[in-house]
């Protein structure tokens, strides 16, 4: 049996979803596999902040109602959950349409809060990450993963999902912590995959999103639900289909650093009705580049990375992007942005933030010229 099921799924009707998502599940034996009657089950959907539906930042929640329809159906007691960044949740859900999912269902929808300490997996880099309580008190997790690109991570999809397990800022003292280093920190979103454990990774590929994501980029009709019990394996394959260098890949790089199984990519791992070999045309990825031909000293790093830009005219004066600011390299001052690009670790959390994509990637000299003879 292969380890990824891809189906071909062009809308979010919910009858040809609900289809598709039970397809999926049904190539690993069933979501009686997966959840046990009795259990609560979180459903870990990609939240980031308030946006609406059609911008394609958040998982579908026609793809919400299909997996939590599944697991009741299997004896459970599913519960929507995520923590966003900055927003208020309850805001953020119902643009996201998760709470009228969770009304209509009779379940619940709730914020990710009460850090506590996350037991750390074998070989863990990192010892004292701090997840929801609520995450570790369900008895499994079905992580509803969105398919985009990535401006920091290069893409985001199963692993990165989990990411959002952090509660709300913390998740930007992480990034602070890491700094500048994309593979140390692909090499902590290893460590809370592998500590939070999903039991499943269902991936919303229909519509995802590719330019300058994970908030700012464009729709993508990828066409596709994926899913799969091992989600490394699935990110490994996107990346190539969407037609990545997984060279460029910070989770591949971290993983390979750690000699993880998965980095030895076998199309017989891929089934359904998308070959491994396909490749989706025209994907716009980010111009994220591996540092690795050059020392990693902070001011070679911030040369070979894009750096955050304003445009003031699409601005609206919000000031989330000043807020969510962990290393303290912007101010916000009557809709004018003051970068301090020396502090800048390139995290991407203001642009990430902003809701009316008022900040840009801009690409050094030094990055376009490796760019332009390397891809
Ligand atoms: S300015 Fe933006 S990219 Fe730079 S550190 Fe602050 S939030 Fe991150
Ligand atoms: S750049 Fe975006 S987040 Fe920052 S103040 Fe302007 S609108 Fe708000």
Redesign the pocket.
Do not use: D
């Given at each position: 049996m292969g380890k990824v099921f891809f189906v071909r799924q062009g809308d979010y009707g919910q009858g040809a979803v609900d289809s598709a998502v039970k397809r999926v599940f049904d190539h690993f034996g069933g979501i009686s596999c997966f959840v046990r009657p009795d259990t609560r089950v979180l459903l870990k959907v990609n939240l980031v902040s308030g946006h609406d539906i059609e911008r394609r930042v958040t998982t579908d929640p026609s793809i919400v109602r299909a997996a939590a329809k599944l697991v009741l159906e299997a004896g459970a007691t599913p519960f929507i959950a995520d923590s966003p960044g900055i927003d208020s949740f309850q805001r953020a859900a119902e643009k996201a349409g998760f709470v009228q999912v969770a009304e209509e269902l009779g379940i619940e929808c709730r914020e990710l809060t009460d850090p506590v300490d996350l037991p750390p997996a074998e070989n863990a880099d990192f010892k004292h990450i701090q997840v929801s309580r609520q995450v570790l008190e369900a008895d499994s997790v079905i992580s509803l993963a969105k398919l985009k690109t990535h401006g920091q991570m290069y893409l985001t999809m199963g692993v990165k999902n989990l990411f959002g397990t952090i509660p709300g800022r913390l998740k930007a003292g992480w990034?602070y912590n890491v700094g500048l280093n994309r593979e140390k920190f692909a090499s902590l979103l290893l460590d809370i995959y592998a500590g939070v454990k999903p039991t499943f990774t269902l991936l919303d590929g229909v519509i995802g999103m590719d330019g300058d994501g994970p908030t700012s980029g464009e729709p993508y009709s990828f066409g596709l639900i994926g899913g799969c019990v091992d989600a490394l394996t699935m990110d490994f394959w996107l990346c190539r289909m969407l037609g990545g260098k997984l060279e460029d890949y910070p989770l591949y790089l971290a993983a390979r650093g750690k000699n993880l199984p998965q980095c030895e990519l076998d199309a017989g791992d891929v089934e359904g009705d998308f070959s491994p070999d396909y490749v989706f045309p025209n994907v716009k990825l980010p111009k994220t580049r591996s540092m690795r031909l050059l020392p990693r000293i902070p001011f070679i790093e911030r040369l070979m990375t894009s750096?955050?830009v304003h445009i003031p005219e699409k601005c609206i004066g919000c000031g989330r992007?000043a807020a969510?600011?962990?290393?303290h390299?912007?101010r916000h001052e009557n809709k004018h942005l003051y970068?301090d690009y020396g502090?800048?670790?390139?995290?991407?959390?203001?642009?990430e933030m902003c809701p009316v994509k008022a900040?840009k990637f801009q690409e050094s000299r030094l990055l376009k010229m490796v760019n332009f003879f390397t891809h």
């Open positions: 990034h750096r955050p992007c969510v600011c962990a290393a390299a912007l970068f502090k800048c670790i390139r995290c991407y959390c203001c642009h900040i």
